[in-house]
């Protein structure tokens, strides 16, 4: 009985140091603590918003090099055309252009927009690559 009451004693003696270690290491948070945390936050939200403007720079860039890449072949099929069909398809190619034209247009804002600019303008490249496939779509059209 009595090496169970030492057992005990010994547990809660341990239990209570182990207690005070834990509260003994924490230090207080100071003032300075808080604005340095708040500045390393800050400079990690630009990285990260400059690495996910970079990501959607490049995925935009594909995918109007795509799209100039099909451009490009419509042309050539348009030079076989003749007649209402040439018409249509001047017409159609003519609209490709001015949206091919807006987009590269908002491509540029994009590169030398900044902060909260930046949504602003990633709406106008969005609308414009959207205009340019709707474009292209209608004028592919025409080939088929």
Do not use: C, H
């Not at 500045?39 to 959607?56: D, S």
């Not at 959207?130 to 292209?136: C, H, I, M, N």
Request: hydrophobic share 40%; glycine share 4%; no cysteine.
């Amino acid at each position: 009985m009595k090496a169970l009451s030492l057992i005990a004693v010994s547990m809660a003696i341990m239990l209570t140091w182990a207690v005070n270690l834990t509260f003994a290491q924490q230090q207080p948070v100071t003032k300075q603590d808080v604005k340095n945390q708040a500045v390393e936050t800050m400079e990690k939200a630009k990285v990260y918003a400059e690495q996910q403007r970079q990501e959607y720079t490049k995925q935009v860039q594909a995918t109007l090099d795509d799209l100039s890449k099909k451009i490009d072949q419509l042309k050539e099929q348009a030079k076989i055309a003749k007649g209402e069909a040439l018409t249509k398809i001047q017409g159609a190619l003519a609209d490709l252009k001015v949206k091919q034209d807006q987009a590269k247009q908002k491509m540029q804002e994009l590169g030398s927009s900044t902060g909260a600019a930046w949504e602003q303008v990633k709406a106008g490249v969005d609308k414009a690559v959207t205009d340019l496939q709707k474009a292209y779509n209608d004028a592919s059209s025409y080939f088929k």
